[in-house]
């Protein structure tokens, strides 16, 4: 039912552009549309889309994610059937919020004009059945400012648009898709704290084009991977939504997908099939670490643009059909993992962990690759593995996308933190974690870390030389100031919390160098103790709730 509307109005879409020259509100084009696939939209492009359809629907409604580097609003699409005015509206409303957003990389242009295409799908069908169980956010030009500086040089291997495509980072030169745990970007942060922190959506995907791997499968896609996220939402997306998605798209779209990876070693593809890695700072992985669904969408960059598109958009629709299917589930899932979240926090056992290090194992369901021979040119260090023209089906390779469990530390009741340094608390604040204050003096056992090493990396990474430390973890007996900071496990958003204050964890605010001024020493080397503390007693501590 839902294909034949999209189907419909699909078709309207067509037809009215034909004769749209006599028709004074026809329903927009994406620039990708009449061009014929030789150019991408614009930033005002892409406003004019969304304003025409706003003229046309009263479905929709724009609220603004953030403002660019340069200075761009970027656009916040609500679509509802009523459109809610806030998410207050929804409080006594079984409806479900998603969010699908684009374009993060701005060279990678298709599910920018895919999601334009979705708005209109939803907002132009006069009864969606969509719209009964869901209210859809998206946002189509996350990044504002790369989209515009189009060259034909960017993105070189891409197989158009013919006209160019944007950059990858923003104004200020960063890779938003890095940017999960220290929120440093405008345009993340403002995703945190305008989409997920005010609406809590269910799901969320981000559209991208990969360069790697060659194969026929146009569409790949996965799930976040973070092993410190909900077994059970792990659970559901490999079994449920991995064959869910991939038979919609068979079915109503005759097209093929398969998880994204690339081959662990292209001279031997059989061996393994491997996705992008499980750290946060990648937004897909980032979002699972809070306990809702989460999917990267990873267009094959050597198809033409028209399908590219294409891919993005049925890939799209069928996330929309499935979730539209299995809202009540859905909804159970994520309510049950944040109280399971909630409730580890209350009463840690020894079983509970922060993992540390992971290993990459595969997950049972083992992927068919549609590829090609293989053969190796040059020698030594120009070596290179390119496909021949024959194909060649590799069946049953195994998918390396379960991580587990290599090096953990014990997961605490909460985190006391003596610092009051406001980049520190403002970030965990920013990211929806609650952090308290302590109204009286304490004295209790605590886990101290002493970091004997830090070791700064050797090169920038996102413009950080990353610290990792080494040290060593005792109980002591401490005394808490009255003011003391204080962030309990016991909250949903604790494994973002954990993954924040961890001082060995991979994606981590001692990672990114926030606690570098606590930690170096500046004339000579000195033990240090982190100044964020291990809670596990059950000694009630007296906090006034700061609630953000
Ligand atoms: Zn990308």
């Not at 960017?154 to 495509?165: D, F, K, L, S």
């Not at 809590?200 to 991977?225: I, K, Q, R």
């Not at 985190?415 to 608390?425: M, R």
Request: with cysteine.
């Amino acid at each position: 039912m839902l294909y034949d509307n999209f189907m419909k109005v699909a078709a309207a879409v067509i037809a009215l552009s034909i004769s749209q020259a006599c028709m004074a509100e026809s329903p927009p084009l994406t620039r990708a549309e009449s061009s014929d696939y030789l150019a991408t939209s614009r930033y005002a492009d892409v406003m004019t889309f969304i304003h025409d359809l706003q003229r046309q629907s009263g479905l929709l409604r724009v609220e603004t994610l953030g403002t660019s580097p340069e200075g761009k609003q970027i656009p916040l699409l609500v679509i509802g059937d009523p459109v809610p005015s806030s998410p207050a509206d929804l409080h006594r409303d079984e409806r479900a919020v998603v969010y699908f957003q684009a374009n993060i990389h701005a060279g990678e242009v298709e599910g920018k004009e895919a999601a334009l295409m979705l708005a209109r799908s939803l907002v132009l069908e006069l009864s969606p059945d969509i719209l009964d169980r869901l209210v859809v956010l998206i946002a189509p030009i996350f990044n504002a400012d790369g989209n515009d500086k189009i060259s034909q040089d960017n993105r070189p291997r891409q197989n158009g648009p013919a006209e160019g495509v944007g950059i990858r980072f923003n104004g200020l030169n960063q890779d938003l898709n890095r940017d999960g745990m220290k929120l440093e970007s405008p345009e993340v942060r403002g995703m945190v704290q305008n989409v997920l922190n005010r609406w809590d959506p269910v799901f969320f995907l981000d559209a991208h084009t990969h360069n790697g791997s060659y194969h026929e499968e146009p569409v790949t896609w996965v799930w976040g991977l973070n092993p410190m996220g909900d077994r059970a939402l792990f659970d559901f997306m490999e079994n449920t939504v991995w064959p869910g998605i991939e038979k919609r798209m068979r079915r109503e779209f005759d097209t093929l997908t398969i998880p994204h990876g690339d081959f662990l070693d292209p001279r031997q593809p059989e061996k393994g099939w491997v996705p992008l890695g499980p750290e946060p700072r990648y937004l897909s992985n980032y979002v699972g670490l809070r306990n809702r669904l989460a999917v990267l969408d990873e267009q094959y960059p050597y198809v033409d643009f028209k399908t590219r598109v294409q891919g993005s958009y049925h890939l799209m629709v069928s996330f929309l059909d499935l979730l539209h299917d299995q809202r009540d589930r859905i909804v159970t899932l994520t309510r049950e993992a944040d109280r399971r979240t909630i409730e580890r926090g209350l009463n840690p056992t020894s079983d509970d962990v922060f993992i540390i290090d992971h290993d990459q194992a595969a997950l049972k369901r083992p992927v068919t690759i549609h590829g090609y021979e293989m053969k190796v040119e040059g020698e030594g260090r120009t070596v290179r593995v390119r496909p021949t023209e024959t194909r060649q089906t590799y069946k049953d390779v195994p998918y390396l996308a379960k991580y587990t469990a290599k090096q953990t530390v014990s997961f605490p009741k909460g985190y006391l933190i003596t610092v009051g340094d406001p980049e520190i608390i403002g970030k965990l604040r920013e990211h929806g974690i609650v952090v308290e204050r302590l109204v009286a003096p304490v004295r209790l056992p605590v886990e101290v870390f002493t970091v004997s090493k830090l070791t700064g990396s050797g090169r920038s990474t996102q413009g950080h030389y990353t610290s990792t430390v080494e040290g060593q973890a005792t109980l002591e007996e401490r005394e808490f100031a009255s003011g003391t900071y204080y962030v309990r496990t016991a909250q949903s958003l604790a494994n973002v919390a954990a993954y924040l204050l961890e001082p060995q964890s991979n994606d981590g605010l001692v990672f990114w160098n926030y606690f570098d001024r606590y930690l170096a020493y500046q004339w000579w080397p000195e033990p240090k103790e982190y100044p964020v503390y291990k809670v596990y007693d059950s000694v009630q501590l007296v906090t006034e709730t700061e609630v953000y």
